[in-house]
Each structure stands twice: as structure tokens, then as C-alpha cells.
């Protein structure tokens, strides 16, 4: 047991120079193509910035809103949505703005890492959970955020808390950055063979009105079968809580899903519509306003918002059906917003036809890009792994559980460049 004697309790307000909000305000007509990163809820992650679908606002509107100005160094905290979700602002962004989060700037005593380590713990979920305000829609907002009392440890034994856990956070980016790169190579070559259509002899094929002569075009259901899900009455604690790995369209947001926040019981998935789905079964969202697909990486159920695609055919394969799905989706998405109907469902999925290029050509993209989605997988397995180790160490390292300061721990190279940043805009 870590001597807790020297762990002070403080208030969050006395250990930051600055606790403020992100942005508040219309911003549909803001965003540019290219200027200032522009943050949202939807941007902050446990422990890191997911830059997916991240918006830009211009340079002169960013110097409008100073006040929201995020910097490296900075804790971003989630208000609405999944409030008390964390990270730390990294030293590449190196000027950015942001709407619906907390920021926090913390003082020369507190440890960023180590505040964002607090907030992503249980501790911290409970916490700010039994201090949300506000009616339909719960939030967190800044003034309770000044007044949360932590017990914190003195700075040395702060930086060696966020060290160790740094360094997990650092493997889980390298295999992130890792699979950013398979799978973009595997998305390539699914580009330049069937939408810039040069694929192997493609000189030497015939083509009419610029589409190959052999390629047809047939509804999704001549290739595959839509299958969809179901969720349980949460009336009855049994229905949930067993093995079976129970997928929601959240969950759709990496090319691999190899777990789940919910599970079902064997009660649970009796009770509904859920079906059991086998693994590398393509899984895609129905919602238009998330349009996202992903690959079962266990066998799987979803709820009745997600469509699953089960190939008729033994030559369709994951590796070709998952950027298929991905493609053909965002079609019928822009297909289901010029239209009255602004979500999809099985029966428009099912009707909706699609170029095909022929069993042969699809078959061996699959066996070419075979080696790229095994490496995708493996990652993706590795990631959860590192992730789950570092959530067990978590709790025992910001309660003091885990004694830390006879450890000789130096700063991992993220923290540092991140210690180098903040002080050179200090």
C-alpha cells in the first residue's frame, strides 16, 4: 500500500490556472475546409483525440472565440454525451478551438495525464456522474467541474502515474497508426481496381460506356443477405450480462470488433430479435447520421439498428465485402437524405443495386488483401489487450493502491515532447 499521507485533498479550481468552456454557439456555418482543428465531444476519447471526421473552423473566427482556445498540455473533458470522457490535448495540434467540452489548464502542480487518468477511471465516471446538471439532457458543466474535490498526490509520484500509463497509451497509437496504414493500403487497391476500374488486365478487357462489359448490375440481395438484430427487454437484468457479444452501431467505428461494451445471455438473445452471427461476419449501421461499417472479429448479435451482410456466395469474402459495404453505404445514405426517408432499412438496402464486377475479380482481391486484414486483426486484438491491462492498472494507480514512488520512471518520448510543448507556449 502506497503512503497515502502525502495525497492532499484539493479542490480542481486551486491546482489549474484556467478552468473554461469550449465554444457555445451555431457553428453549421463556420466550418471551412481547411484552417483551425475544430474539436467536438465527438473528438475526445479515453486518453486520446480520434480525428475522425474532425472539422476546421477559419483563422479569423478562431481569434473571435480566443476563449475556447485549446493548447498542448490542456485536458479536454467531454460535456454532453459521455461527460467526464478525457484526454490530453497533444503537442502536434499545436493550435486548435473546440465546442461542448470542458477545458481545464492545469497548474505546475497537477499532472495532466494524471487528471485525465482520473476522469476515465471509474472513479472519476462516478464522480461526474452524481454531479451532472440540466433536465432532457444531462451535462457537465464548469462550475461543478471547479469545485471537484480530488486526492492528489504529490507532482513526482503524478508523473510516474501518467508514465506508466503513457506508455500503454503509446503502444495502443503505434498499433493505431499501424492499422491507419494497412488499411489504407487495402483501401487503395480496392480503389484502383473497382472505382478507378484498373484492375489486373483491365487494358486487355472490353469496356462499354466506360464500365467493364462483363460487370452487372444487381441489387445488394442477389450477393448478399441482410440479416438485422434485436435488443432484449432491459426490464429483466438476466437478458444481459452473459457471453454473447452483443453489437450496437457505436461500436461500428474500427474496421474490427473484437468486443463489446454489453453482452447478452442465452435468455437475452431467446427474448428478441438478436441472432448469433458468425465472425467476419460485415455488420453496417442503418442510422444516416453515423454511417458506419465494421468486421465482426468474434462471433457476434447486434441490436435492430445495424444490418449484417451475409454473402451468398463463397468467392464474396470479408476483405472485398467490408469496403464494398462501405462504399455502397455512403451511396445509399446521400440516396436516403434527397429522399423522405432519412434512415435506411433492410428493405432499401436489400433493393438497392450496385456494380458487380464478377466472382473471379472479387475473389482475388480478397485472397490480395487477405494478408493486410490479418495484420488489421492482429493489431486490433493487441490494441485490446494493452487497453485492458492499462483500465485494471488505472484504479489501483490513481487511489495509491499501487505504490509507484520507489519506481525509477522516466517520461515516455509523448509525454516529454508534450512537457516541451507546453512550455514553449506557456
Not at 157 to 186: P, V
Not at 290 to 305: E, H, K, S, W, Y
Amino acid at each position: 500500500m502506497a503512503d497515502m499521507a502525502s495525497w492532499a485533498p484539493v479542490k480542481l479550481k486551486d491546482v489549474c490556472t484556467q478552468i473554461t468552456v469550449g465554444f457555445v454557439g451555431s457553428m453549421a456555418d463556420e466550418y471551412c475546409d481547411d484552417g483551425v482543428p475544430f474539436l467536438r465531444s465527438l473528438n475526445i476519447h479515453p486518453f486520446r483525440i480520434n480525428t475522425n471526421d474532425l472539422k476546421y473552423i477559419p483563422q479569423a473566427f478562431h481569434e473571435k472565440i480566443r476563449k475556447s482556445t485549446l493548447r498542448p498540455g490542456d485536458v479536454g473533458i467531454v460535456r454532453t454525451g459521455y461527460p467526464g470522457t478525457a484526454c490530453v490535448i497533444p503537442p502536434w495540434l499545436k493550435e486548435a478551438n473546440c465546442s461542448d467540452l470542458v477545458i481545464v489548464r492545469p497548474g505546475p502542480a497537477l499532472n495532466p495525464h494524471f487528471l485525465a487518468a482520473v476522469f476515465n477511471s471509474s472513479f472519476g465516471r462516478d464522480l461526474v456522474g452524481g454531479n451532472l446538471v440540466g433536465a432532457a439532457q444531462q451535462h457537465f458543466n464548469v462550475t461543478v467541474a471547479k469545485e471537484l474535490k480530488l486526492l492528489l498526490p504529490p507532482r513526482d509520484e503524478q508523473d510516474k502515474i501518467a508514465a506508466i500509463l503513457s506508455a500503454y497509451d503509446d503502444l495502443i497509437a503505434n498499433n493505431q497508426r499501424r492499422i491507419a496504414l494497412l488499411e489504407g493500403t487495402a483501401e487503395e487497391i480496392y480503389r484502383e481496381w473497382f472505382v478507378r476500374m484498373r484492375f489486373p488486365g483491365w487494358r486487355q478487357a472490353t469496356f462499354r460506356q466506360g464500365i467493364p462489359a462483363n460487370w452487372a448490375t444487381e441489387p445488394i440481395e442477389a450477393l448478399f443477405k441482410t440479416v438485422s438484430g434485436g435488443t432484449p427487454s432491459r426490464t429483466n437484468g438476466e437478458n444481459f450480462g452473459g457471453e454473447i457479444h452483443w453489437v450496437k452501431t457505436g461500436e461500428l467505428k474500427s474496421m474490427f470488433v473484437q468486443s463489446t461494451d454489453e453482452t447478452l445471455s442465452a435468455k437475452g438473445l431467446e427474448s428478441s430479435a438478436a441472432k448469433v452471427l458468425p465472425k467476419h461476419t460485415v455488420v453496417m449501421a442503418m442510422y444516416c447520421a453515423m454511417p458506419d461499417v465494421a468486421i465482426l472479429g468474434v462471433d457476434a448479435a447486434t441490436n435492430q439498428a445495424c444490418c449484417a451482410l451475409l454473402p451468398k456466395r463463397a468467392e464474396i469474402r470479408h476483405e472485398w465485402a467490408y469496403f464494398f459495404a462501405v462504399s455502397a453505404l455512403q451511396q445509399m445514405v446521400n440516396f436516403a437524405h434527397g429522399a423522405a426517408q432519412q434512415n435506411l432499412s433492410q428493405e432499401i438496402i436489400r433493393r438497392f443495386r450496385v456494380l458487380y464486377p464478377g466472382d473471379e475479380l472479387v475473389a482475388k482481391y480478397a485472397d490480395n488483401a487477405k494478408p493486410l486484414f490479418e495484420q488489421i486483426a492482429l493489431l486490433s486484438k493487441s490494441t485490446k489487450t494493452i487497453a485492458e491491462v492499462r483500465d485494471a492498472l488505472l484504479p489501483r494507480l490513481i487511489s495509491g493502491k499501487l505504490k509507484v514512488d520507489h519506481l525509477d520512471i522516466r517520461l515516455p518520448p509523448s509525454m516529454r515532447a508534450e512537457v516541451e510543448a507546453a512550455e514553449a507556449t506557456a
